[in-house]
């Protein structure tokens, strides 16, 4: 329904917009993104055929643009301003009336019965009818956004064009607004093209996205395809990083400040300071580091500093166990948005540090362990009692250097397994099925990395990460094995 | 939509009957007081044709028909022309404190008109219409310097633009006339009264004069009142709407260059109505032009009509300047109106 051709042109003898390519369906959105000065406003001046394209063009229902008439143009598409603020103060109503001037012929029409209903309706759909009578310039600027739209609606257009449309809107209105023109999209089969500058609304609400670069059309795709990573750090000069959101099916960019040069001369492991007392172990950085783990405070990936492992009796319970834990954190002056916090009935001081560094690399891990609760994962199922027993193996691992989120992944599953080794090892008994433990009921993991300096792409067995990481969990998890049996034979000879 | 038209009438209906008022008092007051009621039934009488009643004195009607209609219809009309198109022009500015002065149209209108009293010209066939004519020709001619001037300056249009180029020219325009005031000797005092402005002793032929280029002035700028509320909102939004703005534009420039120049051709540069008027107009009806420019025409007559009786009642016999009585009267207003807004903006 919408065809551009090789579009080429702008103010004066520069073309600001060169050679654009595209075709639209019904029903589409089409988000376009790039820098300031990139040609986004002057592409969809063309569009609005408020500018002439030197070469190329425009076709609309199968006829160029330049054969519409600027009313007949205006009947397929409307435009939604940034924000258009006018030096006498018309109601609401009038502004949107306006918008049927493309359906009004001769020279003394006035609004007919079908004016009325349109404009009526327009101003429902936006949620602007109940201040139809009000000046417009009484209203927030989120409002007068949802009247311009309301009069863009009732143009009755197939397409319509947004130029930086969320600008001036707090979140929620932008929001708001882009969720109606979704909406659109599917029950009016409306078309939309909008200039967007926030990359993750773009990727949220388009269902292509065309990035604009110098002029140029740098790509045009699905957001997945077109949101990468190497582009757009080239396109925008900026740090940035691409994740998954995390609930709906969408590329999410975040920025980076620029970087700055470390302090190389250290090894970064050897300024963690380590607080060790029977209640709890804490270690302690001046930066964060970025951490994957299934603590009780700040599980999942998270960036945090403090690390602490908490002695508890055997009998704690607690119903909201995070609720608890953040008391405890902010009793002690730690913030609980900086510190990934684990919990142990296991004595403290069997706990056990290994460091293994070489060329490779450098890692720390930290582990202690209670076995009273152990499992074997293979059993598990058959064990119905759900009472809850306090017995766990924590493992820390401390990583000098930046891992991806594969990384991370593979990470965790060779110190899972390296446990698993160990507990075997020790024979360790599952006491309700009486067959060999691979580990406890609880146990917990957190694995972090200082994001800086080497960066290791995996973390299994076959890569010099994993081999460490499998190699210092299973001497710390024996260490601690150990220390906790020998302390068990020892309280069992007393007794 | 019914009550919308139906409020639209009754508007209508106030500013004509509002208007009527006013020239009728215009009619009956003056150096000989005429009854309100007895000038209406002459008024009423002379348009329908009908034989004027024995119990009203010939005289009287004479007065009436030949002496205070002529002046007070004249007022009225460049009164509305004035009026209307200073809304025109507020609006396509998008600047509430644009008037029909602000081209420089009317600057090179008065010049032409200062010229032929310099010159004592009279021209064949026109005769005592020379001046009202030149004066026409050359706001003509200032208005196309104009637009070719900015046209010159840059391709398309732009308001910002317009209204430089009009400063320039009438402040150009204006230093001219006043070169021509300083070489000026014995027709100094005749320059000075016809630059401020009068309607007096004109007759019915400068109101056929003036009536053709009203009702063509009026027409353009009535056929552009949608696109009047459309630009108000900006060129480009204009365009979106689907407002051929290139053409609108010239449109409109021309309706009110034609009711300008034709206003102060035939009674010099009244300050102050098209500033004012539509700026009052506005204030209690909106700021949608299909109502503002109709009541704007109704407003303008009747104030300048009021302006006019002022003008010639105050200190009778002796007349003022009907330009000094609108500025009198219309910058305390305009002061009153800018105060009252501000206080309603507080609340």
């Known amino acids: 329904m919408l065809e551009l051709k090789g579009v080429t042109g702008g103010y004066g003898s520069i073309p600001v917009v060169k050679n654009i390519n595209f075709q639209m369906n019904a029903g589409e959105i089409l988000g376009i993104i790039g820098p300031n000065g990139s040609g986004k406003s002057t592409l969809l001046k063309f569009i609005y ?137 599917d029950s009016k089969q409306l078309t939309v093209i909008a200039v967007l500058h926030d990359l993750n609304m773009a990727a949220m609400y388009s269902h292509r996205i065309l990035l604009m670069d110098q002029g140029e059309q740098r790509a045009l795709d699905k957001p997945s395809y077109v949101l990468e990573k190497t582009v757009l750090e080239e396109v925008y000069d900026a740090h940035l990083q691409r994740k998954e959101h995390p609930s709906v099916p969408s590329p999410l960019i975040t920025l980076e400040p620029s970087k700055r040069s470390f302090d190389e001369r250290f090894d970064l492991l ?154 075997l090892d020790h024979k360790i008994i599952d006491n309700h099925s009486r ?15 200082v994001h800086r300096g080497k960066e290791f792409m995996y973390g299994g067995t076959a890569s010099t990460l994993g081999k460490k990481v499998g190699k210092a969990v299973y001497d710390a998890v024996t260490e601690t094995l150990e220390k906790y049996n020998q302390r068990k034979n020892e309280n069992e000879k007393w007794e | 939509m019914n009550s919308q038209n139906s409020n639209a009438i009754t508007c209508y209906l106030i500013g004509a009957v509002f208007l009527c008022v006013c020239i009728t008092i215009g009619i009956s007051a003056g150096s000989l007081s005429i009854p309100f009621l007895t000038s209406a039934e002459v008024l009423w009488r002379s348009i329908w044709n009908l034989d004027m009643p024995a119990e009203i004195n010939e005289t009287h009607a004479a007065i009436i028909w030949n002496i205070r209609l002529p002046r007070v219809l004249l007022a009225a009309l460049v009164g509305s022309s004035l009026a209307l198109a200073g809304a025109a022009f507020q609006g396509l500015l998008k600047n509430p404190l644009a008037d029909p002065y602000t081209l420089g149209v009317s600057s090179g209108a008065a010049l032409g008109a200062v010229f032929v009293l310099f010159l004592g010209l009279s021209l064949p066939l026109l005769g005592s219409f020379t001046l009202p004519v030149v004066s026409i020709l050359t706001g003509f001619l200032t208005l196309f310097f104009l637009l ?73 700028l009535f056929a552009n009142r949608k696109e009047l509320n459309a630009l108000v909102f900006g060129e480009e939004t204009a365009k979106t709407l689907g407002v051929d703005t290139d053409k609108r534009r010239m449109t409109i420039l021309a309706g009110a260059s034609l009711l300008t120049g034709a206003a102060v051709s035939v009674s010099g540069t009244i300050g102050f109505v098209g500033l004012v008027v539509p ?21 303008g007559g009747g104030f300048l009509v009021l302006t006019d009786l002022a003008a010639r009642t105050i200190i009778a016999p002796t007349e003022l300047p009907i330009g000094v009585i609108t500025a009198i009267i219309g910058a305390p207003i305009f002061g009153i109106l800018l105060f009252q807004e501000r206080c309603k903006r507080m609340k």
């Open chain 2, 148 to 220: 070719g001037f900015v046209r010159f300056i840059e391709k398309s249009l732009t308001t910002e633009t317009i209204i430089l180029a009009g400063i320039i020219v009438s402040s150009f325009l204006g230093s001219m006339i006043s070169f021509i005031i300083a070489l000026t000797e014995d027709e100094l005092r005749q320059i000075v009264s016809w630059l401020m402005g009068s309607v007096a002793m004109k007759g019915w032929d400068y109101i056929w004069l003036n009536v053709p280029f009203f009702v063509l002035g009026a027409g353009l």
């Open chain 1, 435 to 449: 067959t060999l433990a691979t580990g406890t009921s609880t146990d917990s993991m957190l694995v972090a990395a």
């Open chain 1, 49 to 185: 055929g408020s500018l002439h394209p030197e070469k190329g063009q425009i076709v609309i229902d199968n006829q160029p643009l330049d054969r519409y008439s600027q009313k007949n143009l205006a009947k397929k598409i409307a435009v939604l301003p940034q924000q258009t603020d006018s030096a006498f103060s018309y109601t609401v109503r009038q502004v949107v009336e306006l918008g049927r001037y493309p359906h009004q012929t001769g020279w003394f029409s006035s609004n007919s019965d079908k004016d009325e209903k349109v404009v009526n309706k327009a101003m429902t759909e936006t949620g602007v009818f109940s201040f139809a009578d009000q000046p417009i310039d009484s209203l927030s600027g989120g409002e007068k956004q949802r009247v311009l739209l309301a009069r863009a609606l009732a143009q009755e257009p197939d397409i319509l064009l947004l130029d930086e449309p969320t600008n001036h809107l707090d979140i929620s209105y932008q929001l708001s607004l882009l969720d109606t023109l979704k909406e659109w999209t």
């Open chain 2, 279 to 299: 700026h009052l107009v506005r204030l209690i009806f909106g700021p949608d032009h299909n109502l503002l420019l109709p009541m704007s025409i109704f407003a």
């Open chain 1, 270 to 423: 050897d300024t963690l300071t380590f607080d060790e007392t029977e209640e709890r172990v804490c270690i302690s950085s001046q930066f964060y580091w970025k951490t994957l783990s299934s603590a009780v405070i700040g599980a999942g990936f998270g960036w945090h500093r403090f690390f602490v492992n908490r002695h508890v009796e055997k009998d704690y319970h607690c119903d909201n166990p995070q609720e608890e834990y953040g008391a405890y954190l902010q009793n002690i002056s730690l913030d609980t948005a900086d510190t990934a916090g684990m919990m142990t009935a296991a004595l403290l001081k069997d706990g056990s540090f290994i460091r293994l560094k070489d060329s490779e690399g450098d890692i720390l891990v930290y582990a202690t362990a209670g076995t009273s609760n152990a499992v074997d994962v293979s059993k598990a199922y058959e064990n119905t009692d759900l009472s809850f027993a306090i017995g766990t193996i924590n493992i820390w691992i401390f990583i000098d250097g930046k891992l991806n989120e594969a990384a991370y992944a593979q990470v965790m599953m060779t110190a899972t397994e390296a446990k698993s080794k160990a507990l």
